[in-house]
């Protein structure tokens, strides 16, 4: 397997937090330890991208913010006109054949 890129990993934070996530679930999507979750998850809160919804029942919630949904469509294009091969891309085509 090879090494991700911050913009791979940033970008498999985005979608995992679009309809809200715990940081678990966010460590299982993207394939993060618990203190790389919280780095990236910091950083993308800081960057406007991601916000964390503390709701009433005391669970931390992340969400992709209108920015980072924004961000994850220009990623989304790039990645077609520039063909990147991505780990859920090459998932995506090993099941074609």
Known sequence: MRN????????????????????????????????????????????????????????KQYRTTPKGVEYLAAVERMSDLLAIETKRAAKASAFLF
């Open 4 to 59: 991700r890129q911050k913009d791979e990993i940033m970008r498999d934070i985005l979608y995992s937090a679009q309809g809200g996530a715990g940081i678990t679930k966010i460590m299982f999507h993207a394939y993060l330890t618990h203190n790389q979750a919280k780095e990236y998850t910091q950083a993308l809160i800081g960057s406007g991208m991601l916000e964390l919804d503390i709701e009433a029942s005391s669970l």
